[in-house]
């Protein structure tokens, strides 16, 4: 059995090595250069060429190489029938946090007003505000946004959070679904999306939702690019309804050096990094659903195609 690695847009060599020092014995194939596609049973994916898995003929499993899958579940060629795995894993949320913790710090310490002031060599002093009666409003409430909801609110913020089930979290109020979208954003200051990219969600950071938002709130999104209308951004920043937004993702990366955002004034962006896949970290979870899978075990972190997250 083989374990081949079809990526684009990731360096596949940390992986082969986090892997094959874990089972020096596994032979890891890296396409295209896959000498016997026929003996690959799992496949670690990021970004692969629509069709290509059609190559594999007896493929059991398709492992996701981040926490996302939207960038799989897009290939129209997707085969039937292999389950669909992803990695969920301490470091990937505790990474999420500490970039979503800077630029939360960003807005409410004023760091992006006081960086507006220095070009105009301008000494202004902001009056400050306090953590409860600042109020961070997390999108996505799953393995990501739930951890960053929970160590928010154990920072001090006022915390609460959207998703389509229910939940309950200690000091995080839980808002669900349309019925609780309104109420949810109605009192949200910095607005972290941490949803997974499907159907429901594309599009979801528009116009309508910068609208619902109290004036001058924040917008962290480090999700996926098309959950953002840019348009709508763009135009509730010249009015000033939206503050400011940290961008992570983005519709087309990497970034064109002429698109609009590389130089406004209120945008922070970033190139896809708040949480990068440690190799090391997950591989034992590789090699457990691969051990599984010559089992015939229940894989771990099996994605609901149905759902599509
Ligand atoms: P997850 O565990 O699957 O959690 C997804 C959350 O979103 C769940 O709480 C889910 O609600 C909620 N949700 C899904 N559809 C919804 C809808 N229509 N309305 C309301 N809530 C909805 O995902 P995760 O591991 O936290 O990851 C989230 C996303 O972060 C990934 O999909 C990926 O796109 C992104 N990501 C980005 C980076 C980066 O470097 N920028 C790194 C890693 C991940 P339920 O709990 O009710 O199911
Ligand atoms: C990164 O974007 C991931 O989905 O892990």
């Known amino acids: 059995m083989t374990l081949a690695i079809v990526c684009t847009h990731k360096d596949p060599s940390p992986w082969c090595e986090a892997l094959q020092q874990l089972a020096p014995e596994l032979d890891i194939q890296v396409w295209p250069d896959v000498s016997d596609p026929a003996a690959v049973s799992m496949v670690l994916c990021w970004k692969h060429p629509p069709g290509v898995l059609l190559n594999f003929p007896n493929l059991q499993c398709i492992c996701s190489m981040g926490a996302g899958v939207d960038h799989m ?15 969920v894993d301490p470091m990937l949320a505790q990474s999420m946090f500490e970039y979503v913790c800077a630029t939360v710090m960003y807005y409410y310490r004023d760091l992006d007003l006081y960086q507006g002031q220095q070009q105009r060599a301008l000494w202004l002093q902001q009056l400050p505000r306090s953590m409860g009666s600042t109020t961070i409003g997390v999108m996505g409430l799953g393995e990501l946004g739930g951890f960053v909801a929970q160590r928010f609110a154990a920072m001090g913020f006022k915390t609460i959070g959207w998703s389509r089930s229910s939940k309950a979290m200690t000091d995080v109020s839980c808002y669900v679904g349309q019925e609780g979208l309104a109420a949810f954003l109605a009192q949200t200051q910095i607005l972290v999306c941490l949803l997974p990219l499907t159907d429901e969600t594309r599009g979801i950071l528009n116009a309508d939702v910068f609208n619902a938002l109290p004036r001058g709130a924040c917008i962290i999104n480090v999700a996926r690019g098309e959950h953002l209308v840019e348009q709508d951004l763009l135009e509730a ?16 990366e990497p970034l064109a050096s002429t698109h609009p955002f590389w130089g406004h004034q209120n945008i922070l962006l970033t190139p896809h ?3 990068i896949t440690n190799p090391s970290s997950v591989a034992p979870q590789v090699m457990e659903n691969y051990r599984r899978l010559q089992h015939g075990e229940t894989l771990l972190n099996r994605v609901d ?4 997250y």
């Open 237 to 252: 920043l010249a009015s000033e309804q939206v503050r400011g937004a940290c961008l992570d993702v983005f519709q087309h």
């Open 273 to 275: 990094c708040s949480s």
């Open 305 to 308: 195609l149905q759902r599509g």
């Open 73 to 87: 579940l897009g290939d129209p060629a997707l085969p039937a029938d292999v389950p669909v795995v992803r990695l």
